[in-house]
């Protein structure tokens, strides 16, 4: 039996099955779709993903370009970068990012305990697949916008997978994508590499302006087995035979488990174009350093084995966007105390040097850790194209120096500037304005920001009058802190009430009134680290905090009685909003228990 149009499905039987589209004309093998939204993202690693979950959730139609098959960027499988962000590994108590980003965090706790990053992927892909208003794009790379004057009219992405073209036209654009591809397509105004030391004031900049930047990085995985493991490496890495040929010596590469960041280059090339070969340089040194650890000096890796290589390279630095505000070294050394801060920092200004691995044979160090304080503001400024009126962004594009951005590129950053951006962008779509008009709105923005569980320094959440003018009380202590608008610890205040198994905290209304919702802050351990890294020291959790609330209930008073209004079990938020849609004379939170601990806080109380 012949097979010139089918498929030969084994064992010497044949099956014929017509091959799609065998005789349609090739005019029709091209697919093309186009969508219509509010909001367009284009970047899906964790601070696009954040955008558009937050312009979703506040109402507006979004579409997620993203051109890997898996969300999260840096965090992702592919990479497997920690996330770093202004409680710098959790040296810096309760100061690590809450909103979005602690709800993703939470959620992987309680469904990956064993760290796996491909689970972590589908934890980041349900976030966004599922979430009401968003339309996910994956494998679909951005390659072309249409403009209509100073305004972005549309982008178009080939999604490889599917052979298909995606146009995507949209009120609002977001590009999230790391090297800023929405600059060179739209013109809009941005830069790449080093500002000079006069342009900003910035001690720590170069005299003379450069395009030099950061550099990219492919680390490695490797496992403990019982029993020795031989390496034999390929012929064309890179031979490493003394500790002195890498960057800090014998010192340097103590810890094997998942690569060294100082696996680094790109800077002294160009960052984005050049980035093939510059993976195949970094190959050739990862696979160089772990071939002189197995096998040039006594290191101890003998029952170790490589299991995992980077192949899409983690990137620091490429395009950085011009803003309405450029943040810089002095801003971040000032605090970043704006007027409209919508965000915040708080990494150090970790500049790689850009030789990257090469850096000491140069005799410099691989990057200088310069000073900044944790918490810093960030503008909405940050976040808005100077001269193409429909264009935001946010990560390691936003409107930043060199020097500044060395400390708002880390991931936690780029998710508080990711939500900001995103939340912001659905406001303007309410409000039918533009980016830049919402700066007028920005305490509505910021009370947007606190509402949805963001921390913003120096700015307090608000209440309504339903919750300031009502008597607070609670079955023990003093339950005032739950209404002060500070929803976390801060320095030396708590800014909390205490609870255990049978406590309760109720708002008295003077008259019954109607209550939309009430909602509360829990306790999600944030002098705990629940980063995910397979870096750091091995102090991270790998289940959801003892101190998190995990049942509790919420009853309402009417006619002489409480009545149920919701009950929460086996949770695994710290921030939670229940519908109410009653008159009401009282409503009361009463703690069932923890995920363990004895005892655990409220960070606030509110109804609306």
């Given at each position: 039996m012949g097979?010139a149009s089918g498929y030969?499905?084994?064992?010497?039987?044949?099956v014929?099955?017509?091959?799609?589209?065998?005789?349609r004309g090739r005019e029709?093998?091209m697919?093309?779709v186009?969508h219509?939204?509010d909001?367009?993202?284009?970047g899906g690693?964790?601070?696009?993903?954040?955008?558009a979950?937050?312009?979703?959730?506040?109402?507006?139609?979004?579409?997620l370009m993203h051109?890997?098959p898996v969300?999260?960027?840096n965090?992702?499988?592919?990479?497997?970068?920690h996330?770093?962000?202004?409680?710098?590994h959790?040296?810096?108590?309760n100061m690590?990012?809450?909103?979005?980003?602690?709800e993703i965090r939470l959620?992987?706790?309680?469904r990956?305990?064993n760290?796996?990053?491909?689970?972590?992927?589908?934890?980041l892909?349900?976030?966004a697949?599922?979430?009401?208003?968003?339309?996910l794009l994956l494998?679909?790379?951005?390659?072309?916008?249409?403009m209509?004057?100073?305004?972005i009219?549309?982008v178009?992405g080939w999604q490889l997978?599917s052979e298909?073209v995606?146009t995507v036209a949209?009120?609002i654009?977001i590009?999230?994508?790391?090297d800023g591809?929405?600059?060179p397509?739209?013109?809009?105004?941005h830069?790449?590499?080093?500002?000079?030391?006069?342009?900003?004031?910035e001690?720590?900049?170069p005299?003379?302006a450069?395009?030099k930047?950061?550099?990219?990085?492919c680390?490695?995985q490797?496992?403990e087995?019982?029993?020795?493991?031989?390496f034999?490496?390929?012929p064309w890495?890179?031979?490493f035979e003394?500790?002195?040929d890498?960057?800090?010596?014998?010192?340097?590469?103590?810890?094997?488990?998942?690569?060294?960041?100082w696996v680094?280059?790109?800077?002294?090339?160009?960052?984005?174009?050049?980035t093939?070969?510059l993976?195949?340089?970094?190959?050739?040194?990862?696979l160089?350093v772990w071939d002189h650890?197995?096998?040039?000096?006594d290191?101890?890796?003998d029952n170790?084995?490589?299991?995992?290589?980077q192949?899409l390279?983690a990137?620091?630095?490429g395009?950085?966007?011009?803003?309405h505000h450029?943040l810089t070294q002095r801003?971040i050394e000032a605090g970043?105390?704006?007027?409209?801060?919508?965000a915040?920092?708080?990494w150090?200004m970790?500049?790689h040097?850009?030789?990257g691995?090469?850096?000491?044979?140069?005799?410099?160090?691989?990057?200088?850790?310069?000073h900044a304080p944790s918490?810093?503001?960030i503008p909405y400024?940050c976040?808005?194209?100077r001269?193409i009126a429909n264009?935001?962004?946010?990560g390691?594009?936003?409107?930043?120096?060199h020097?500044?951005?060395?400390?708002t590129?880390?991931m936690g950053?780029?998710?508080?500037?990711g939500q900001?951006?995103?939340?912001?962008a659905?406001?303007a779509?309410?409000l039918e304005?533009?980016?830049s008009?919402?700066a007028?709105h920005?305490s509505?923005?910021q009370?947007l920001?606190l509402?949805d569980?963001?921390?913003l320094?120096?700015?307090?959440q608000r209440?309504?009058?339903?919750?300031?003018q009502?008597r607070l009380?609670?079955?023990q202590g003093?339950p005032?802190?739950?209404?002060d608008?500070v929803?976390r610890?801060?320095?030396e205040?708590m800014?909390?009430?205490?609870c255990?198994?049978?406590?309760?905290?109720?708002?008295e209304?003077a008259r019954?009134q109607?209550?939309?919702s009430a909602?509360?802050?829990?306790d999600s351990?944030?002098?705990?680290?629940?980063?995910m890294s397979?870096?750091?020291?091995?102090?991270?959790l790998?289940?959801?905090?003892?101190?998190?609330?995990r049942?509790?209930?919420f009853?309402?008073?009417?006619?002489?009685?409480?009545?149920?209004?919701?009950?929460v079990?086996d949770?695994r938020s710290?921030?939670?909003r229940i519908?109410?849609?009653?008159t009401?004379?009282a409503v009361r939170f009463?703690?069932d228990?923890?995920?363990g601990?004895?005892?655990?806080?409220l960070y606030?109380f509110y109804?609306?």
């Amino acid at each position: 039996m012949g097979h010139a149009s089918g498929y030969d499905l084994g064992g010497g039987m044949g099956v014929n099955i017509p091959l799609a589209g065998a005789n349609r004309g090739r005019e029709s093998e091209m697919k093309g779709v186009r969508h219509q939204a509010d909001v367009c993202v284009v970047g899906g690693g964790m601070a696009g993903l954040c955008a558009a979950l937050a312009a979703a959730r506040h109402g507006a139609k979004v579409v997620l370009m993203h051109d890997r098959p898996v969300l999260g960027g840096n965090a992702s499988s592919e990479c497997r970068v920690h996330i770093c962000g202004a409680d710098r590994h959790n040296h810096i108590k309760n100061m690590r990012e809450t909103g979005i980003l602690e709800e993703i965090r939470l959620e992987n706790l309680y469904r990956n305990p064993n760290r796996s990053f491909s689970v972590w992927d589908a934890v980041l892909y349900e976030k966004a697949r599922f979430q009401e208003g968003l339309t996910l794009l994956l494998n679909c790379s951005c390659h072309a916008a249409e403009m209509d004057g100073e305004r972005i009219a549309s982008v178009t992405g080939w999604q490889l997978t599917s052979e298909t073209v995606h146009t995507v036209a949209a009120r609002i654009f977001i590009d999230c994508s790391g090297d800023g591809i929405l600059a060179p397509l739209s013109g809009a105004e941005h830069r790449i590499g080093r500002e000079a030391r006069h342009e900003y004031g910035e001690s720590i900049a170069p005299e003379v302006a450069d395009r030099k930047t950061m550099g990219m990085t492919c680390l490695f995985q490797s496992r403990e087995y019982p029993t020795p493991q031989p390496f034999t490496p390929p012929p064309w890495a890179y031979r490493f035979e003394r500790d002195e040929d890498l960057p800090y010596g014998a010192g340097g590469h103590r810890w094997w488990t998942m690569g060294y960041w100082w696996v680094e280059l790109g800077g002294e090339y160009d960052s984005i174009h050049d980035t093939e070969m510059l993976r195949d340089e970094l190959l050739k040194i990862a696979l160089g350093v772990w071939d002189h650890i197995k096998n040039h000096g006594d290191h101890g890796a003998d029952n170790w084995a490589l299991e995992w290589l980077q192949f899409l390279p983690a990137k620091r630095e490429g395009r950085r966007y011009l803003g309405h505000h450029v943040l810089t070294q002095r801003d971040i050394e000032a605090g970043g105390r704006f007027h409209d801060t919508v965000a915040y920092g708080g990494w150090s200004m970790d500049d790689h040097h850009p030789a990257g691995f090469w850096a000491a044979k140069l005799g410099a160090p691989a990057t200088l850790f310069h000073h900044a304080p944790s918490p810093y503001g960030i503008p909405y400024g940050c976040l808005v194209s100077r001269n193409i009126a429909n264009l935001m962004f946010a990560g390691r594009n936003a409107s930043c120096t060199h020097a500044a951005m060395s400390s708002t590129r880390v991931m936690g950053t780029g998710c508080s500037m990711g939500q900001a951006a995103g939340t912001a962008a659905a406001l303007a779509i309410r409000l039918e304005t533009g980016p830049s008009g919402v700066a007028d709105h920005v305490s509505a923005l910021q009370q947007l920001l606190l509402r949805d569980d963001c921390y913003l320094p120096g700015v307090p959440q608000r209440f309504g009058p339903l919750t300031m003018q009502a008597r607070l009380i609670a079955s023990q202590g003093d339950p005032e802190p739950l209404r002060d608008g500070v929803n976390r610890p801060v320095g030396e205040e708590m800014h909390r009430w205490p609870c255990r198994a049978g406590d309760w905290v109720a708002y008295e209304l003077a008259r019954p009134q109607h209550v939309e919702s009430a909602t509360v802050v829990l306790d999600s351990a944030l002098h705990k680290n629940i980063q995910m890294s397979y870096h750091q020291r091995d102090d991270q959790l790998t289940r959801l905090p003892e101190e998190l609330p995990r049942a509790f209930c919420f009853e309402g008073f009417r006619d002489g009685a409480w009545l149920p209004l919701a009950h929460v079990a086996d949770n695994r938020s710290r921030l939670i909003r229940i519908p109410i849609g009653q008159t009401l004379s009282a409503v009361r939170f009463t703690l069932d228990g923890t995920w363990g601990a004895a005892e655990t806080h409220l960070y606030a109380f509110y109804l609306d």
